[in-house]
């Protein structure tokens, strides 16, 4: 947002007159068409505030921040009971990262409504950016009575730092990432571990909470405001955003009429494909694949999302099929591969899965961890002990909470008779204390190697056993 529309969102509640206007000399026809036609009908009924309304938010979600703030204004005014328009004028204050200005607005919202849990947990939120703690906790508290558990709890969790009060903050936040597994929440418990002086624990939760998923919440009324979005690409980013926080019901909602208005861009059908899948709508999903498949044929995100679909299907054929497609069309990926190396390694083809998972390493996978743990238990599996054991200290050093690679980490040490660097690996599993029965079976296999060392006298009398 620009300084000047910030300095206007300070400005006072105008009384209510016309409608303001916004430039619109470079912009698209559909966005001019759009704000005429809203503008319009602002104009032809001047006391009507859900005009001045829609209007308002065409402004706000097409970047005309200053105007959508007025406008705003101007609806509450005309309508003083609708809880909508100060609700969503002080979200939009809030945007601009004036909190102090942004809370009186939203108190009078809640005064309308105080049960709408969104506004609650905003009012706690910017009360924590302002420092104002106690506050804070009273609003999060207020929407834990409403229902929103982790969010609330997060948001007390954050105040409860903010005061210090760091044994408090430990006994909300243990539960809450039982509970979520969320990475903010992890990342609340490694600074609460830091002040308390832990930090081993520390290390473990800011590697649990290295994800960059924000701590969001539903929001049914903001979610009205798409609708007025002019442009393709601003509701197509609209749409992944919402996929990315897995609201595939309203990622739906947005691409649909886009698509019945036939429109033919790849990503349409894509996202469109992905939400349909991920809603657990198989059929329709497909059929959309297939209508953008035949408008862009070589595009290999179509092929992607064919894998994804017949491997939640159990349909391991088909989708090794449309991987292979995918990687020939576009080799510098790395999602195909992840998947390839997985159904390579259920069918015990180890060789070809270990060189899917170096392939999906070349291009830059994000969760490298992972694709080292995989190829430490393909190296195991045909009892390539140093190979594997490279592997899974990758894994680890990359994330110092990964159980499964130290208990592995643990085991193939032992094979090649390093029992004292074993037991540390397997301690520092025992640590994180999340796999008991795997972490257990790996300390018997130490015990038993170590015994059959110390009764024979030498190594070769040990016996080897495959890591998985």
């Keep these: 947002m620009s300084s000047a529309g910030a300095l206007l969102l300070l400005a006072c509640t105008p009384e209510v007159g016309v409608a303001p206007t916004v430039p619109l000399d470079t912009a698209s026809p559909e966005l001019v068409n759009l704000i005429e036609d809203l503008a319009e009908s602002a104009r032809s009924l001047p006391d009507s505030a859900d005009m001045r309304g829609r209007l308002a938010m065409a402004y706000e979600v097409n970047d005309f921040y200053a105007e959508a703030a007025e406008t705003y204004a101007q609806a509450q005014l005309l309508a003083p009971d609708d809880f909508r328009w100060p609700y969503f004028r002080a979200v939009l204050v809030a945007e601009s990262g004036d909190f102090e200005s942004a809370l009186p607005i939203l108190d009078t919202a809640l005064g309308l409504d105080a049960e709408y849990v969104p506004a609650w947990l905003y009012r706690g939120t910017w009360l924590n950016a302002l420092g104002r703690y106690a506050e804070a906790r009273d609003a999060f508290g207020h929407a834990r009575d409403l229902g929103a558990t982790s969010n609330a709890d997060a948001g007390i969790a954050r105040a409860l730092i903010g005061e210090r009060r760091f044994d408090e903050a430990l006994d909300l936040l243990l539960p809450l990432v039982d509970s979520t597994k969320h990475p903010q929440a992890y990342r609340l418990l490694g600074r609460t571990y830091q002040a308390l002086t832990r930090p081993d624990d520390a290390r473990i939760a800011m590697a649990r909470g290295k994800g960059t998923l924000p701590m969001t919440w539903r929001d049914p009324l903001q979610h009205q405001k798409w609708r007025y979005e002019a442009s393709l690409g601003r509701r197509l980013i609209h749409a992944e955003r919402l996929l990315d926080a897995e609201r595939y019901g309203e990622a739906v909602d947005v691409l649909a009429p886009i698509r019945a208005q036939g429109v033919k861009e790849d990503a349409v059908f894509i996202n469109l494909a992905l939400a349909y899948a991920r809603s657990g709508d198989i059929e329709t999903a497909l059929r959309v694949a297939r209508e953008g498949l035949a408008v862009s044929p070589d595009n290999f995100r179509f092929q992607n999302v064919f894998a994804g679909v017949y491997q939640s299907e159990g349909d391991d054929s088909r989708a ?82 990964y159980t499964m690679a130290y208990i592995y980490l643990g085991r193939c040490l032992a094979e090649v008779g390093r029992f004292g660097e074993a037991r540390e690996a397997l301690a520092w599993a025992k640590r994180l204390d999340t796999h008991p029965d795997e972490l257990a079976s790996a300390e018997r296999r130490l015990t038993d190697l170590r015994s059959a060392l110390v009764g024979d006298g030498s190594e070769a009398s040990v016996a080897p056993e495959g890591v998985p």
């Design 320 to 401: 090794m099929e449309h991987l292979r497609r995918s990687v020939e069309l576009h080799p510098a990926q790395v999602w195909p591969y992840e998947r390839m190396a997985q159904l390579l390694m259920d069918a015990e083809k180890y060789e070809e899965a270990l060189a899917a998972v170096d392939e999906a390493l070349r291009y830059g996978a994000e969760d490298q961890e992972r694709l080292y743990y995989t190829a430490g238990l393909l190296e195991g599996v045909r009892e390539r002990w140093p190979e594997a054991i490279d592997r899974f200290e990758q894994a680890t050093a990359l994330d110092a909470s």
